[in-house]
């Protein structure tokens, strides 16, 4: 009767114990979740590693609206200044902005490099325009100007003549709006002193000569 009590007992035993188990999972369903959990922790690993890697995310640049200016180089000069600890070489970029409809300006923008020196130079030409007064696509008058060492005469010319100029001059006067002038310049032909030989005679322009 003993070993029947003992059995009967150990069998209780062995059923509460399975009760209490939990229900067997299948092995492939058991590894298939903790795959998938791997991978997507691979994958989001490998996204940022990717944005770390690959460099800036993809921005569109913010285009700037087109105010009808259109700009010229005239000359890049390399400048050098001393200072405590040895010279420092900048750039420096002379440029003529006009709308080709009488408004014209020039600028001079120093930076490390030709783009930043450009981008304050062509700031510096829109804030210092000058309108001159024009005749159809020549100039109302015959004007003489000096400025410093530079002596500028420009004359007006017939339609079809275009611009009988250097490459300084011709470049501010096409910004500008003429189309036919004769010029000629006098003295010294510095690219800087011409063009703002140029700008000044067509300050001093007038719809009629007095």
Do not use: C, W
Not at 28 to 45: K, L, S, W
Not at 47 to 72: A, Y
Not at 93 to 104: C, K, L, M, P
């Amino acid at each position: 009767m003993s070993e029947t009590k003992n059995e009967q007992a150990e069998i209780e035993q062995i059923e509460q114990l399975e009760v209490a188990l939990p229900e067997a999972v299948p092995a492939e369903a058991a590894v298939v979740p903790a795959a998938a959990e791997e991978q997507q922790r691979g994958d989001f690993r490998g996204g940022r590693r990717d944005n770390r890697r690959g460099g800036k995310p993809n921005r569109q640049r913010r285009q700037e609206p087109d105010d009808g200016f259109d700009t010229r180089l005239i000359k890049v000069r390399r400048v050098s200044r001393m200072y405590k600890g040895g010279r420092r070489m900048r750039l420096s970029v002379f440029i003529v902005a006009g709308d080709r409809n009488g408004r014209v300006g020039l600028g001079l923008g120093k930076g490390q490099d030709v783009a930043q020196a450009q981008t304050k130079a062509v700031l510096k030409a829109k804030k210092n325009l000058v309108m001159a007064s024009l005749k159809g696509n020549t100039i109302p008058h015959e004007i003489e100007v000096k400025y410093k060492s530079s002596r500028l005469i420009l004359k007006p010319a017939a339609p079809g003549t275009g611009i009988i100029a250097g490459s300084t001059v011709k470049g501010v006067l096409e910004l500008a709006g003429v189309k036919d002038a004769l010029t000629k310049i006098l003295g010294s032909t510095n690219q800087i002193n011409a063009a703002y030989a140029t700008i000044e005679a067509l300050r001093q322009l007038r719809s009629s000569r007095l």
